[in-house]
T-cell receptor
């Protein structure tokens, strides 16, 4: 079926606003990952889900960042009270199996905080 | 923490040349290594995945090698084309459910 999709593709938020970023993984993929990519850098891990369970959130930079995947498919990354340093591309990836499997990435959401 | 380094940071070559991109990682206890391509404003496209037990993978004009013990991988691109222009990212999985990425090599192939 279709690949990983993300929405919105672009988001501009004023500092202090809350934002919600959506990820639709490949159908049937058990694992879902969120990464943050700052300009000129490689992606950095934020959090990982296996089905609906959030098994690793060690990469979330602060308690303003929250992710969920309530039914084990679509996931939402929420950022509260956005700050300028949150400006980045947020990438979602999914894979069939929990480990050692190829990850497939979505196009990303470019967040700009003004 | 796993550190992944890619050199060079940028590379410009004339069309038709063969080229090699380098990736090194500090912790050899990896599950696999992936090479990705990223076009401006777009997500990552997986090019090759090498499991830790493998030494190389090939797809078309691309060949990736892995030397786990020395913490190195190379991506070889044969007969480069302008359409190969993109940023190439190397990433390793340590089995902790996430990938560690390098900062990428920005490749420009000049027609």
């Amino acid at each position: 079926g279709a690949g990983v999709s993300q929405s919105p593709r672009y988001k501009v938020a004023k500092r202090g606003q809350d934002v919600a970023l959506r990820c639709d993984p490949i159908s049937g993929h058990v694992s879902l990952f969120w990464y943050q990519q700052a300009l000129g850098q490689g992606p950095e891990f934020l959090t990982y889900f296996q089905n609906e369970a959030q098994l690793d959130k060690s990469g979330l930079p602060s308690d303003r960042f929250f992710a969920e995947r309530p039914e084990g498919s679509v996931s939402t990354l929420k950022i509260q009270r956005t700050q300028q340093e949150d400006s980045a591309v947020y990438l979602c990836a999914s894979s069939q199996n929990p480990r050692a499997a190829e990850q497939y990435f979505g196009p990303g959401t470019r967040l700009t905080v003004t | 923490k796993q550190e992944v380094t890619q050199i060079p940071a940028a590379l410009s070559v004339p069309e038709g040349e063969n080229l090699v991109l380098n990736c090194s990682f500090t912790d050899s206890a990896i599950y696999n290594l992936q090479w990705f391509r990223q076009d401006p404003g777009k997500g990552l496209t997986s090019l090759l995945l090498i499991q830790s037990s493998q030494r190389e993978q090939t797809s078309g004009r691309l060949n990736a090698s892995l030397d786990k013990s020395s913490g190195r991988s190379t991506l070889y691109i044969a007969a480069s084309q302008p359409g190969d222009s993109a940023t190439y990212l190397c990433a390793v999985s340590t089995g902790a459910n996430n990938l560690f990425f390098g900062t990428g090599t920005r490749l420009t192939v000049i027609p």
